[in-house]
């Protein structure tokens, strides 16, 4: 009779479940190459599982010579073989993989595994994989139930280099965990970054300069060229306030904590309404509608660049005689700063990209209105050290509300207004 393992219905529908299972991680993780190493993975899973007693005799030789016996072995050695292929396959991935059982206890992992997450063999096997990742961001991420992948993280087993880690379920309450190398990807991203700060500081002097010449010429002495100093003066500003917003995002960008300080909404909202009124000279009727009185916790100097370029473009983008109304309300447990205008409107597709830098609707509209294109990708990085959100609803033609929403962790009141920098006694 042949081996209950080659019969059983479980096998054929444990394939199908695990490959499916692969094939959905690796769509997941958003990669072919980690599509392959699922899928690869989840077959060696189930080869293991079927070679689990591979240690005992399989199948007792016949007496006499059977053609079903000599079938069912041609047919284990060629599973065997594959086994090992891909076995070796695996143990050569880039990626690191650990094989988990249901209470994530390791049960296989591969050479990257050991060199990323610092795990040995046969040391770890059957350890708790959280106490053998010792203490990491990992075991971290891990013990908080790593619903989501978790990026950027120090390699337990290699202090300079950085890991992107994906726990993938599969089989009966089994687990995969991925964890792939970018240090490179964080060392370009770095260099990105001391680019354009450099840059920016480098063109900061050299412009501050040409500005302040361009100041001291009186059109008066050469008035045929007095059209020429004028454009001179107002391209110098923009290119001045796109470096600025440049050293901003940089500054923002390799910041990962804020100073928190109490921000008194009532005389910030005041002034946001006045930047509006400046801005518009009469040209649009600004609201303030204010309908709680919490105040924030966080920068006082950040919360009011993002509000106030959320402020401007209102007024930027919305023709005159419109409406511009800033608002500030409770909002899901938490409370939500808002501008609303009727002006140009965006169209959906362009929604999503908004915030990426120098992404513009129209770019002559933006140049002619005296945008540098940075405005949002800033308020994003601004609410995102806040943990807040950006959400933006537009209709073409009939305006468009950006908002600002806030947990209740960033709120305060009364009662908590002593325990923060900058409360008043
Ligand atoms: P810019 O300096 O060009 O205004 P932003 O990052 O502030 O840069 O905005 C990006 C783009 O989003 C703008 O170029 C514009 O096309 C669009 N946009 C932003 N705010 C509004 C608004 N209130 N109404 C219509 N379009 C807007």
């Known amino acids: 009779m042949p081996p209950r393992f080659l019969t059983s219905w479980r096998m054929p529908v444990t394939c199908a479940a695990l490959l ?14 980690a599509g392959v190493t699922v899928v690869s993975l989840v077959e060696i899973v189930v080869l293991l599982s079927l070679f689990r007693h591979k240690s005992g005799p399989m199948l007792q030789t016949p007496a006499t ?34 094989l988990l059982d249901h209470s994530q206890h390791i049960r296989w992992f591969n050479h990257a595994a050991e060199e990323l997450l610092g795990l040995k063999g046969p040391r770890d096997r059957g350890r708790f994989l959280s106490e053998a990742l010792k203490n ?17 993280a120090a390699a337990p087993g290699h202090p300079n280099r950085h890991i992107t880690a994906t726990l993938l379920p599969f089989g009966s309450r089994q687990r995969l965990l991925l964890a792939r190398d970018t240090s490179h990807l ?56 796109i470096v600025e917003d ?43 509608d204010v309908a709680t009185s919490a105040d924030l916790l966080g920068s006082i100097k950040d919360l009011h ?81 806040h943990q807040a959100r950006l959400a933006i609803e537009s209709e073409p033609g009939k305006g468009s509300t950006f908002a600002c929403v806030f947990g209740s962790d960033r709120l305060l009141d009364g009662s908590r207004l002593h325990d923060v920098a900058g409360a008043p006694a």
């Open 20 to 33: 499916i299972a692969g094939g959905a991680a690796g769509a997941l993780a958003g990669s072919t190459l």
């Open 65 to 98: 010579p059977h053609p079903e016996y000599d079938r069912l072995m041609t047919r284990t050695r060629r599973i065997a073989s594959r086994l090992r292929d891909l076995r070796s396959a695996a143990g050569s991935l880039p990626d690191g993989v650990v």
């Open 136 to 152: 990491s961001e990992l075991a971290g991420w891990l013990e908080e139930g790593a619903r989501e992948p978790l990026t950027d």
């Open 186 to 241: 964080t060392r370009l991203e770095q260099i990105r970054r001391d680019f354009v700060a450099n840059v920016s500081h480098e063109l900061r002097t050299p412009l501050t300069v040409i500005h302040g010449y361009l100041e001291l010429l009186d059109p008066e002495d050469v008035p045929e060229l007095a059209p020429v100093l004028d454009e001179m003066r107002a391209q110098s500003k923009r290119m001045g306030q």
């Open 246 to 288: 440049l050293l901003t995002l940089s500054r923002l960008e390799t910041q990962d904590h804020l100073v928190e300080e109490h921000v008194p909404m009532a005389p910030l909202l005041a002034s946001l309404r006045k930047e509006a009124e400046a801005l518009s000279q009469g040209r649009h009727t600004v609201s303030l």
């Open 305 to 385: 660049s993002a509000f106030g370029n959320l402020v401007s473009n209102a007024v930027r983008y919305t023709p005159t005689g419109g409406k511009i109304a800033i608002r500030w309300a409770p909002f899901d447990g938490g409370a939500r700063f808002s501008v609303q205008d009727s002006g140009f409107g965006i169209p959906a597709a362009h929604i999503a990209r908004l915030t990426e830098r120098f992404y513009r609707v129209s770019s002559s509209r933006s140049r002619d209105s005296g945008g540098t294109g940075l405005g949002l990708s800033i308020v994003k990085h601004v609410l995102n050290l």
